[in-house]
C-alpha cells in the first residue's frame, strides 16, 4: 500500500464514527440502501466482486458524473441567488410569487423530458445535459433563498435603516446573513437531486454513472447496473454530508438551529 | 437641539390620503428627554421617524443639531442620531460585539477603538464584556437585549437619540429597573432623546417634557408637573387620568414640598415648652432632634396634652425619615406605613432639613382652578 493510500485509508477509519452517527440520523435513506445491499447480496453471492469489474468504469464516470454536477449546480447556485435576490426586491412585489408559481409548474416536467427538450434544442453532449441539470436544480435554490429573505422580521430592516445603513449593506449585512441557513438548505436539497438525476445525462450523450446503469437494464446486468447505482447513491448520500457540514460550520451560531447550545 | 416648525405629513393610501401628522412645531432643547405621549395611531411616531428621515415629511421644516435635515443626505444623517426601536432589533446573525458596534463599523472607525468602545458601554448597563462580548442575541435575556439595543444606539455616541417605545416589550418590574438605570446614563450623558411612549407613567418619570398628540395634532406641550396641573383642553385631561393629582407625587421633590420653617423640638425641652410650641404651630404633631440636629421621634398632640417632665421621656422613637431627594410617591408611602401625618426630611448627612405634612402635600397637589 503507498503511503498516500494509508493516509486515506486513516482519514476514511477516522471519518467512519462522525460518518456512522450521521447516517443514523438519516436512518431514513440509509437503511433502504442497506436492504437493497443485502438483498444484492443474497441474490448472489459474489456480486461484489462482479460489479468490482467495473471498478476503472466507475472511477472515470464518476469523475465525469461530478463534473456535470459541479457545472450544472455552481450554475444554478450562481443564478439561483440573485434571482432570488431580486424577485424578494420590493419593486417584484406583485409579481414575484406568479414568477416562483410559474418556477414551480416548470419543475413538475419529468427530468426525463426538461433533457429530451434541451437536446432537441442543444443537441447531444454535455452543454444540453448541464443545462438541463441545472434547470432542474434551480428551484429549490430560488425558492430557499426568496422565502429566507422575505422571511426576516420587518423590524430588523427597519432597524438597519434607521442606524444608516444603505441598501446595499442592508442586503449584504443583514438580509443574506439572516437567510443564509435557508439558502443552504435550499442547495443541499438542489445538489442531491442534481446528484440523482445526472444519470439521465447520459441518455443525451454526456455520459456520467448512468453510463452502467442504463446499459445495465439495457443488458440485464444486475452487476453493471449497481455499478452505477450504488456509486449515483453514495455521491448523493456524500453530497447531503458535505452541505450539511457547511451549513453547520458556515451559518454563525446565533442564527443556526443546528447549533442551539442547550 | 432639535426644532419641528410646521411639520405635516399626508400618507396616499388606496382609499385616500390620510394626514397622520398636522402642522405640528415643537422645540427640545439640548439635553433633555421628551417624550412624544398619545393613543395608538396619534402620529407620535411618525413625528419621531420623520426627524431621522425614516419618513418622509410632506411639509415643514426640521432642524437637528442646527442643521435643516431635507438638506443633509439621509444615510448620513441616521448614522448621527441613536435609533431605538420597541423589537429591539439586535441583528441575531452577529455577536453583541458586532451588534453595539454597528454604527461605528458602518462609519470606518478603527475596529480595536469600536470594540473597546462596546465594552465600556456593556460595563455601563452592568453587564460583563467577557462574558456577552461574543454571545448571540438569542442567548440573552429580553431584559439584557434591551439594554444592548439603548447601548448600541449610543455606540458612535451621537448627540440625539430616538427611542420608539424601548422599554414597551419588557415586564413591569425589569421596566422600572431599565428606566432607572437609563436615567442615571442620561444624568451623565445628556444626550437629546425624542422618546415615544404610550405609558403615562414611563412619560412621567423619563420626560423633561410631554408632548401629547391627537390625531395627529400636538394637543399640549409641557413639563409633566405643568401637564397634570393644568391640562389645556378636555382630551389631555382624561387621557391624563382621575388620578392625575397622584402621578404628580413621583415628580414632585420632598424638597420642594417640605416645610422648612417649621419648629423642631429638641430632647432637651420640657414636655410644657412643646404644648406652647405645637399649639401655636397648629401640627398634629411634631419631630424631636437631638443635639446634632438628627431625628429622635416625633411627639403627637396627645402626648404633650398634660402632664410633666421632658419631651424625651414622651417622644416616640420612629425610625421614619424621608431623604429631601426622594419623590413624594416615595414620602407618602412612607407616612402610610408607619402611620405619620408629620415625617422628619433628612439631607445625606441625616441632618434634619424640614417637616412634611399631608397638609403641606395636599395644599401642594391641589389644582390652580381648586386653590382658594
Not at chain 1, 447480496?41 to 462482479?50: A, Q, V
Not at chain 2, 423619563?206 to 395627529?216: H, N, Y
Not at chain 2, 405645637?278 to 437631638?290: E, H, I, K, N, T
Amino acid at each position: 500500500m503507498t503511503s498516500g493510500a494509508q493516509q486515506a485509508s486513516r482519514a476514511v477509519v477516522g471519518g467512519a464514527p462522525l460518518l456512522a452517527v450521521w447516517l443514523w440520523k438519516r436512518r431514513g435513506v440509509a437503511i433502504p440502501l442497506a436492504v437493497i445491499a443485502i438483498a444484492a447480496w443474497l441474490l448472489s453471492p459474489r456480486i461484489f466482486e462482479e460489479i468490482l469489474i467495473y471498478q476503472e468504469d466507475i472511477i472515470y464516470l464518476t469523475r465525469q458524473h461530478l463534473e456535470l454536477v459541479a457545472w450544472a449546480g455552481g450554475l444554478a447556485i450562481l443564478t439561483g441567488i440573485p434571482a432570488g435576490v431580486v424577485l424578494s426586491r420590493a419593486v417584484f412585489r406583485r409579481v414575484s410569487e406568479l414568477i416562483l408559481q410559474t418556477f414551480n409548474l416548470g419543475a413538475t416536467i419529468p427530468t426525463l423530458a426538461v433533457m429530451a427538450l434541451s437536446m432537441v434544442v442543444l443537441g447531444i453532449g454535455t452543454v444540453p445535459a448541464v443545462f438541463g441539470l441545472w434547470l432542474a436544480t434551480l428551484l429549490p435554490i430560488v425558492r430557499n433563498t426568496y422565502t429566507g429573505l422575505k422571511g426576516i422580521p420587518a423590524h430588523l430592516l427597519e432597524a438597519a435603516r434607521g442606524m444608516g445603513m444603505t441598501p446595499g449593506q442592508i442586503l449584504w449585512r443583514v438580509e443574506l446573513p439572516n437567510a443564509l441557513f435557508a439558502i443552504i438548505a435550499g442547495i443541499r436539497t438542489a445538489l442531491t437531486i442534481c446528484v440523482g438525476s445526472a444519470p439521465l445525462a447520459f441518455l443525451i450523450g454526456a455520459g456520467g454513472l448512468g453510463e452502467l446503469i442504463f446499459t445495465g437494464i439495457a443488458l440485464n446486468d444486475l452487476p453493471m447496473m449497481l455499478a452505477g447505482a450504488i456509486p449515483t447513491a453514495l455521491l448523493a448520500v456524500a453530497t447531503d454530508f458535505f452541505v450539511s457540514k457547511l451549513q453547520f460550520y458556515l451559518v454563525p451560531r446565533g442564527i443556526n438551529p443546528l447549533r442551539q447550545a442547550g | 437641539m432639535i426644532r419641528l416648525d410646521r411639520v405635516t405629513k399626508v400618507f396616499d393610501t388606496p382609499s385616500g390620503p390620510i394626514t397622520a401628522v398636522d402642522d405640528v412645531s415643537l422645540e427640545i432643547e439640548r439635553g433633555q428627554i421628551c417624550v412624544l405621549l398619545g393613543p395608538s395611531g396619534c402620529g407620535k411616531t411618525t413625528t419621531m421617524k420623520m426627524i431621522n428621515r425614516l419618513v418622509q415629511p410632506t411639509s415643514g421644516e426640521i432642524w437637528v443639531d442646527g442643521r435643516d435635515t431635507s438638506k443633509v443626505d439621509p444615510v448620513e444623517l441616521r448614522r448621527s442620531i441613536g435609533y431605538v426601536i420597541q423589537q429591539i432589533g439586535l441583528f441575531p446573525n452577529k455577536t453583541i460585539g458586532d451588534n453595539i458596534c454597528v454604527v461605528p463599523d458602518l462609519l470606518g472607525w478603527d475596529r480595536r477603538k469600536s470594540r473597546q468602545r462596546a465594552a465600556e458601554l456593556l460595563e455601563m448597563v452592568a453587564m460583563d464584556p467577557a462574558v456577552f462580548m461574543n454571545r448571540y442575541p438569542n442567548e440573552l435575556s429580553g431584559g439584557q437585549q434591551q439594554r444592548v439595543g439603548v447601548i448600541r444606539a449610543l455606540a458612535a455616541d451621537p448627540p440625539v437619540m430616538l427611542m420608539d417605545e424601548p422599554f414597551g416589550a419588557i415586564d413591569p418590574i425589569n421596566r422600572e429597573a431599565i428606566q432607572d438605570e437609563f436615567l442615571r446614563m442620561q444624568a451623565a450623558l445628556k444626550k437629546t432623546i425624542i422618546f415615544v411612549s404610550h405609558d403615562l407613567d414611563e412619560a412621567v418619570k423619563m420626560a423633561d417634557r410631554i408632548a401629547i398628540f391627537r390625531a395627529g395634532r400636538l394637543e399640549q406641550f409641557a413639563t409633566p408637573d405643568r401637564l397634570l396641573a393644568n391640562p389645556s383642553s378636555p382630551f389631555v385631561e382624561s387621557f391624563l387620568g382621575t388620578d392625575r393629582a397622584l402621578k404628580r407625587l413621583r415628580i414632585l421633590r420632598v424638597r420642594d414640598v417640605m416645610q422648612t420653617d417649621a419648629v423642631l423640638l429638641s430632647v432637651e425641652d420640657s414636655l410644657a415648652q412643646g404644648r406652647e410650641l405645637m399649639a401655636a404651630s397648629g401640627l398634629p404633631a411634631m419631630v424631636v432632634v437631638d443635639a446634632q440636629g438628627r431625628p429622635r421621634g416625633i411627639v403627637s398632640e396627645s402626648a404633650v396634652a398634660n402632664g410633666g417632665g421632658s419631651v424625651r421621656e414622651h417622644c416616640v422613637a420612629v425610625n421614619a425619615a424621608v431623604a429631601i431627594e426622594d419623590d413624594l410617591r416615595a414620602a407618602v408611602s412612607t407616612m402610610f406605613a408607619h402611620n405619620l401625618s408629620v415625617v422628619p426630611c433628612v439631607d445625606g448627612d441625616g441632618t434634619v432639613r424640614g417637616v412634611l405634612t399631608f397638609q403641606a402635600i395636599s395644599r401642594h397637589l391641589a389644582i390652580p382652578e381648586a386653590r382658594t
